[in-house]
């Protein structure tokens, strides 16, 4: 199974201008999940300094009891062992073969054989789908084998944890949809834990466990895939629409009289050029037929229905309706629970969250709360918000 990483109160500035502030999240062990953010928010900046590549102003991130932002260089070099990274480029060298791009790390970090090492290389591009392209040179193929075979030289370590910055990028929809795949495939064999960052709105649909967002130097939310997909958040919605209308701008956020100019164009029946709205949460690929179960699903559902009741309604509605009637009884709930106590008890304007209920015999709830980020300037605050990694 993947590491979990924790991440506290990160922030990073360059000079006077700061990325962004006070990010915290908690990547769930051998889970998939999924950063979006408008471009230029910082989320290549975030990657890097995960592994300690940038160093935060402040905060923490860390891996198997290693804080990467304070340890020492040896500690760090160790942990970053830990890591498979795919660059946005797919950084690899232009004179080397893939063969040899993929071996490079085996060759520089360890001692084995060439033997050993053809094992692994040809093991890795195969589970990449390029079984073959061994002698091809990264100038002679497409962005979409770059791509796989950055990603190829990412598991040959065999790391608990893949970043992905942008593994989309310049690839068009059909490719973009196998790479989605390719990476649900790779979490069912290897389980470790995966985080992508990207602004593309399909992956995030369809890709992750869990989904973040960063924007106005902040982390908007991170938590379930449920929370971010059925969130009314104006920025959220923007982004997930690909909208013109709402608070994210050409390159900054709007003033307040911009916002009310497109909202007088947008009542006019003015089309403002987005696809056809999305709305709510679609389901989830599945790992190829005849590849293992994930199983970071299963503990995700143990993980997701303890902190069931601190969610906001439709996300825990959202939640419910995507168990199977057995585990619906399982755990003890069922649909409409918390819409229905959500308006039977709250005025309008407020939504808290249907009261907690109690772990019953036989189920593993784990009560912890660091998945979940709070909204920014939104009515909705998980009620017991705790650290991250902090369990209850
Ligand atoms: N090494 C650096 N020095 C100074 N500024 C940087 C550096 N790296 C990135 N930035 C700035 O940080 C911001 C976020 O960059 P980046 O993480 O690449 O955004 P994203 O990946 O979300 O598109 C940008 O304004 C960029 O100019
Ligand atoms: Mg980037």
Known sequence: MGAEVVVEGLTKSFGRQTIWRDVTLTLPPGEVSVMLG????????????????????????VVNGVDVVSCSESRLYETRKLFGVLFQDGALFGSMNLYDNVAFPLREHTRKSETEIKRIVLEKMDMVGLAGAEKKLPGEISGGMRKRAGLARALVLDPEIILCDEPDSGLDPVRTAYISQLLIDLNAQVDATILIVTHNINLARTVPDNLGMLYRRELVMFGPREVLLTSDEPAV?????GSRFGPIGMSEEKDVATLAAEQELADSGHHDGSAEELTGVVPQLQPTPGLPERMGVRRRKDRVMSILHSLPPAAQESIIESLTPEDQQ?????????????AATVPAGHRPSPAPRPPQAGERFQGDLSGVAEIPQSPWRPPHQQGPGGGA
């Open 38 to 61: 408008p471009s230029g928010t910082g989320k290549s900046v975030f990657l890097k300094s995960m592994i300690g590549l940038l160093k935060p102003d402040r905060g923490k991130c």
């Open 237 to 241: 919605q923007q982004f997930l629409n």
């Open 330 to 342: 399982r755990y003890g709930v069922r649909p409409h629970m918390a819409t229905a106590t959500a």
